[in-house]
């Protein structure tokens, strides 16, 4: 049997205990992200100017913001809850050719890489998901 401890500022009465539990298991998520964010540069800045470290910010939070789209739209799996360094392995280190065809991009993933299923129903996902009204 495992047993856990959390503290909350939560007044007493005002939510049942697997409500506490719930809202702590999902600030556990958040805090998963902002790791992951500062494995991805959010906390290491380039210079002692301000506006150099805003415009980097920026791109690292970027940075941060695709995977973490990419994971909850695309991905499932291992691959749904992976770190950075996993994800920039398996998916952005792929042995892949962009050839043109019938006027077409098209994507030729190496038949022999091991995360190619994930990748191709990643695509697929990606070109099923329902366009913007702009």
Same mark, same amino acid.
Do not use: C
């Given at each position: 049997? #495992?047993? %856990? =401890? /959390?503290?909350?500022?939560?007044?007493? @009465?005002?939510?049942?205990?697997?409500?506490?539990?719930?809202?702590?298991?999902?600030?556990? #998520? =958040?805090? +998963?992200?902002?790791?992951? @964010?500062?494995?991805? @540069?959010?906390?290491? /800045?380039?210079? #002692?100017? /301000? %506006?150099? $470290? !805003?415009?980097? *910010?920026?791109? !690292? *939070?970027?940075?941060? +913001? &695709?995977?973490?789209?990419?994971? +909850?739209?695309? &991905? +499932?799996?291992?691959?749904?809850?992976? @770190?950075?360094?996993?994800?920039?392995?398996?998916? *952005?280190?792929?042995?892949?050719?962009?050839?043109?065809?019938? #006027?077409?991009?098209?994507?030729?993933?190496?038949?022999?890489?091991?995360?190619? $299923?994930?990748?191709?129903?990643?695509?697929?996902?990606?070109?099923? *998901?329902?366009?913007?009204?702009?």
């Amino acid at each position: 049997m #495992r047993h %856990q =401890v /959390f503290r909350t500022d939560t007044p007493y @009465g005002e939510g049942s205990w697997q409500h506490l539990e719930v809202r702590h298991r999902a600030h556990a #998520r =958040v805090e +998963d992200r902002i790791r992951s @964010g500062k494995t991805t @540069g959010i906390g290491r /800045f380039p210079s #002692r100017h /301000f %506006q150099i $470290n !805003a415009a980097w *910010l920026e791109l !690292a *939070l970027t940075g941060a +913001d &695709l995977p973490a789209w990419t994971q +909850d739209l695309l &991905l +499932d799996g291992e691959l749904a809850t992976a @770190g950075p360094k996993m994800l920039r392995y398996r998916l *952005l280190r792929t042995a892949a050719r962009i050839t043109r065809g019938s #006027r077409r991009p098209r994507l030729r993933i190496s038949a022999t890489w091991p995360w190619r $299923n994930e990748l191709i129903s990643a695509f697929t996902r990606l070109a099923n *998901l329902p366009q913007s009204a702009t």
